[in-house]
């Protein structure tokens, strides 16, 4: 998605640019998310500080974390720095910081949508977090109202009989809901990248398959290996998500990146034919065959349901693992049954789940700006939680910054110097 953003906007302006993937746009991450343009999450997701939260995570209590031992010396010195930023001295500075971006989330996309023709791919009605106790609900009830009041997010709060009323499919009474009205959802998020890919090729942009490892200094410019033989450019731009360390950390830089894992699977009563393959399926329409109407957050267990065009999708929180460690989706399992409790769950789709990794930053900030080092070089990643939403106004912004123009907005609070170089 972000790769994808940025390249479109500055195709858009008029440059000479070649999309480099060893994929197809929207293969991973942003094909695997729970489709949600997030206008709404202004706060980044912090660190949990008290006692309870830290401990379930510790013994692995709940299914909202989980984490390999073996991926703790690596990943412990980020989530330390990530501990420290979620304090009370930085968190608010960060959440305004964030929150800034996150206030362009849906017009940058709207008219990306519109430019691209993906309309039959959106909703605008928003989604849900459901709670399951009356003491959750109020807690959550309260936070909204401080968002509301604090940033201008808009929300509606539904009793047990309203949610019920608004999702018959819900089984259990449920404590309640926030309905966050402002944001959109996507019932086939890598679908929308690939759309936003046509219109980059529609404006005489080129889709290259290529080695982005293979990106080295080349005169006043930078080199790629791709499958068309090596491209040059004056300006690099570095959007790999996940794997943006493996160009950053052989041209110097050590910042602090680290991913966190999730899953996802599909639940369809109707039969699917074909393959999946990253994003890529052979199989019939199921529109309309998802027992919800929006998306559904259930807080106090950590899993998303979200209504896709290839029926329910499941996906789970945080799991924190090396980059290639094997799947381990424990959490996938204890979240189809905590789905089960909600709704009659249709039967799984996919044999194995799908996993992808969340590209972290220890301060809950993107990077997004000049590489502190290297003239002509651009990075654009780290975008964790809320990279679907965020691609668009990151590719625009990145875009101001290169063409040397007034930026949408400030973009100091994003620059990859704030780590020291
Ligand atoms: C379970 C889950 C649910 C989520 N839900 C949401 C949500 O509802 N809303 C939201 O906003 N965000 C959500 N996210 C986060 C969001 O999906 C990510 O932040 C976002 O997709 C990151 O986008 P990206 O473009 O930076 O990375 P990616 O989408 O991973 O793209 C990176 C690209 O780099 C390419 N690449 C990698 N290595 C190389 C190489 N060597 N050479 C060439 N190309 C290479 C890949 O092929 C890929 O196309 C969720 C994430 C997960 C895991």
């Given at each position: 998605m972000v790769g994808t953003c940025t390249a479109l906007h500055l195709a858009q302006r008029g440059h000479s640019v070649a999309l480099v993937d060893r994929g197809a746009p929207g293969g991973e991450t942003s094909y695997g998310n729970s489709g949600i343009i997030q206008r709404e999450a202004v706060e980044p997701y912090a660190f949990p500080r008290d006692w309870a939260s830290l401990l379930n995570v510790a013994f692995k209590r709940g299914m909202d974390v989980n984490y390999h031992f073996g991926a703790l010396p690596s990943v412990l010195p980020h989530l330390a720095r990530y501990w420290q930023a979620s304090g009370p001295s930085r968190y608010?500075?960060?959440?305004?910081?964030?929150?800034?971006?996150?206030?362009?989330?849906?017009?940058?996309?709207?008219?990306?949508?519109a430019q691209a023709g993906a309309d039959d791919l959106i909703r605008r009605t928003g989604y849900r977090t459901v709670f399951r106790t009356a003491k959750a609900f109020d807690q959550a009830a309260e936070k909204a109202q401080r968002l509301a009041l604090q940033y201008g997010v808009q929300h509606a709060l539904l009793d047990g009989a309203a949610l019920a009323e608004a999702e018959p499919a819900l089984r259990n009474s449920l404590a309640g809901a926030v309905h966050w009205l402002d944001p959109w959802s996507v019932n086939d998020p890598g679908a929308l990248v690939a759309r936003y890919a046509a219109l980059f090729t529609a404006n005489n942009g080129r889709f290259v398959r290529g080695d982005a490892t293979s990106l080295q200094p080349m005169g006043k410019g930078w080199r790629v290996v791709t499958q068309d033989g090596p491209l040059e450019a004056q300006h690099a731009v570095i959007a790999l998500g996940?794997?943006?360390?493996?160009?950053?950390r052989p041209l110097g830089y050590r910042l602090p990146l680290f991913v966190k894992r999730g899953y996802h699977r599909h639940y369809s009563a109707v039969v699917h034919r074909g393959a999946a393959n990253n994003g890529a399926f052979a199989s019939e329409s199921t529109s309309g065959t998802s027992p919800l109407s929006i998306p559904l957050l259930d807080a106090e267990r950590g899993l998303v349901l979200a209504p896709m065009s290839r029926g329910l999708r499941i996906t789970t929180g945080?799991?924190?693992?090396?980059?290639?460690?094997?799947?381990?989706?424990?959490?996938?399992?204890?979240?189809?049954?905590?789905?089960?409790?909600?709704?009659?769950?249709?039967?799984?789709?996919?044999?194995?789940?799908?996993?992808?990794?969340?590209?972290?930053?220890?301060?809950m900030k993107p990077v997004i700006g000049p590489a502190p080092r290297h003239p002509g070089l651009w990075f654009n990643f780290g975008h964790a939680h809320q990279g679907f939403t965020l691609g668009a106004v990151s590719g625009r912004l990145l875009a101001d910054l290169l063409d040397g123009k007034v930026p949408l907005i400030d973009a100091a609070p994003y620059s990859a110097g704030r780590f020291g170089g």
């Open positions: 608010p500075l960060i959440a305004a910081e964030f929150s800034r971006l996150i206030e362009h989330s849906i017009s940058e996309n709207a008219s990306l949508i996940p794997w943006a360390e493996t160009v950053t945080a799991e924190f693992a090396r980059m290639g460690a094997p799947s381990t989706p424990v959490q996938l399992y204890k979240a189809e049954v905590a789905a089960r409790e909600l709704i009659d769950l249709p039967p799984a789709i996919e044999a194995e789940p799908w996993m992808g990794n969340r590209p972290c930053t220890s301060d």
